[in-house]
């Protein structure tokens, strides 16, 4: 029914990257339903993802706050809120709320992915009522979800993208004829790796990219679905936590600053209401919530950190940041960050300094790094500017990452603990920002270090039964701090760290093999759990 108050429909979806689109140009991607809704909705072009992983960006979409003020910085910490939530303002404005599909703000405070699985308790769902999702999954073919109140796990028939909208569609047509008016949102996994689970589709391109677009057209599909089954009044919004490296600049999923990492969709729709146009407004994660609410002509907290883009023409710049390096930053020797990104140039920093300088026009594949060129030395001052007005606006003293994580009490968390490698850019303009990274450490290897006698002596002699502490638990991919973990009676902490010590002053022998540590991680992670959770559930 039209209302003064829209329903809304918000639709996430998970590492859909902003250029792989029909629409936007890419012959790969075979996307009619959302090709035609983007002419009929106003499209931010500038939509940014500034944190670019999962949990930080979601729980910024559900608060309106930058990660290092919401709490959640790295992926699995739970969020929770000490101020508004999305829902939860829809739900005090008299709207119906409802969740269908991924989650992930729940977290796993062992720092094992322990409670990815997990009923997440009504009172941990930010104020959404209706209630049919998982804390986190991506086994599409074999999806479990959890409805309402109950606890007891069940499992989306077939492929999760096309029984979630089966059951969306149900929710919107069951409320046709309501007065009251509800806010849905409909979070997909797809196009989130795997990428060999997607439903069969003609595809030309190979490998990761076909199962990506693959996963793309089944998904585009189900949106389809989605808007025959909503009104002309309804507010439909289309949108991604982040975006997907996919292999650009030989690097592999999210957490980087560049285009294909940040990238997003944003698109708001509201026939008879809202004018399709293009904007150029730079959006970021944060400025969903205040944008929505404003849209929908509901008022948000002078709290938050985002703006409402529907009554301001927003900031000059979007704050790129990655406060603590975890998970594919930490293979390839990537530092802590903050950048700023305007349209037109691209500013990274990280703890040792100035990293990245992209001008995003000249150089639309950001293949020539231009930190550092005479050339550009007025606008990396003026960015430079630019990213230290959103420190202090934000209260961000860009502290080195131990500092945040010992102040969350994180420090436990496996992906922030995971070995660390080295990389490059395949044309040479840039290569991995962390000095450690590019020396021996307890964070090397155990295959890396025994490639190297003398590294392997140190090992050795700190470490004497380290042959029988390789096993099902423990694998020659891991690092001396990785296996401590895992097996904490295997090595005293104080031995460990007179162990780094002496890695650090041992010359690398081959530098190459650090440069090898990001190949085949993915696989290995999230499979094993610590003796001392192990035990807990037995």
């Known amino acids: 029914m039209t209302s003064i108050r829209p329903n809304v429909l918000l639709v996430i979806v998970d590492e859909w990257r902003a250029q792989a689109f029909g629409y936007r140009g890419d012959p ?54 000490t101020g508004p939530t ?12 409802g969740y269908i599909g991924k989650w992930h703000l729940y977290g796993s405070p062992a720092g094992w992915f322990e409670r990815r699985g997990a009923f997440v308790p009504p009172d941990r769902r930010l104020g959404y009522d209706y209630w049919k999702a998982a804390e ?13 109140d109950d606890p007891t796990r069940r499992t989306w028939s077939g492929y999760d993208a096309r029984a979630q909208t089966d059951d969306a569609v149900e929710f919107i047509e069951e409320r046709a004829e309501s007065d009251r008016p509800w806010f849905l949102t409909v979070s997909y996994g797809p196009p989130h790796f795997p990428l060999d689970s997607a439903p069969e589709r003609a595809d030309e391109a190979t490998r990761d990219l076909r199962g990506y677009y693959a996963h793309i057209s089944a998904v ?49 729709r509201r026939r008879e209401r809202l004018e399709p146009r293009r904007s150029t407004a730079l959006a970021n994660s944060p400025d969903l919530m205040p944008t929505l609410l404003g849209f929908a002509g509901l008022e948000s907290s002078q709290d938050l950190d985002g703006v409402d883009l529907s009554r301001s023409p927003g900031f000059q710049t979007a704050l790129l940041s990655a406060p603590v390096p975890f998970s594919t930053m930490r293979w390839n020797g990537f530092s ?15 703890i040792e300094g100035a990293w990245l300088l992209y001008d995003n026009h000249d150089d639309p ?20 500017d630019e990213l230290g007005q959103w420190l202090a606006r934000l209260g961000d003293q860009f502290l080195p990452a131990p500092a945040y994580l010992k102040q969350a009490g994180l420090g436990h968390y496996f992906e922030v603990n995971e070995p660390l490698g080295t990389t490059s850019s395949p044309w ?9 990274a590019r020396a021996y450490s307890i964070d090397t290897p155990l295959e890396v270090l025994a490639a190297d006698p ?85």
Request: aromatic letters at 8%; a negative charge; glycine letters at 8%.
């Open 428 to 436: 040479g303009d840039w290569r991995s920002s962390s000095d450690r």
């Open 336 to 350: 802590e960050y903050r950048g700023v990104w305007d349209g037109r140039f691209t500013y990274v920093e990280t």
């Open 454 to 538: 003398q590294a392997w002596a140190a090992i050795r002699r700190a470490w004497s039964d380290v042959g029988e502490v390789l096993g099902d638990q423990a694998k020659p991919e891991d690092s001396p701090r990785l296996v401590s973990m895992l097996r904490p009676s295997s090595l005293d902490p104080s031995v460990l760290n007179d162990l780094d010590g002496e890695l650090i002053a041992v010359p690398v022998l081959r530098p190459e093999l650090l440069e090898r540590v990001a190949q085949g991680r993915g696989s290995t992670k999230a499979d094993r759990l610590p003796d001392t959770l192990m035990a807990e559930n037995r």
């Open 28 to 81: 790969n991607a075979h996307t009619p339903a959302i090709d035609e809704f983007a002419a009929e909705s106003i499209d931010f072009q500038n939509a940014v993802s500034g944190s670019p992983v999962c949990c930080p960006a979601r729980a910024s979409m559900m608060t309106g706050q930058y990660p290092l003020n919401h709490g959640v910085f790295i992926n699995d910490v739970e969020l929770e809120p």
């Open 136 to 148: 986190c999954t991506h086994d599409y073919n074999e999806s479990h979800y959890y409805e309402g």
């Open 365 to 384: 594949f950001q293949m020539r790094n231009r930190c550092g060129d005479p050339l550009l030395a007025a606008q990396q001052r003026r960015l430079r």
């Open 86 to 97: 999305l829902a939860g303002t829809f739900r005090d404005h008299g709207y119906e709320t």
């Open 220 to 268: 585009d599909e189900c949106f389809g679905r989605l808007l025959e089954a909503v009104d002309d009044d309804v507010m439909v919004v289309f949108t991604s936590d982040h975006g997907d490296m996919l292999w650009s600049h030989g690097l592999e999923y999210k957490l980087m600053p560049w285009e294909e990492s940040i990238r997003v969709p944003l698109l708001i």
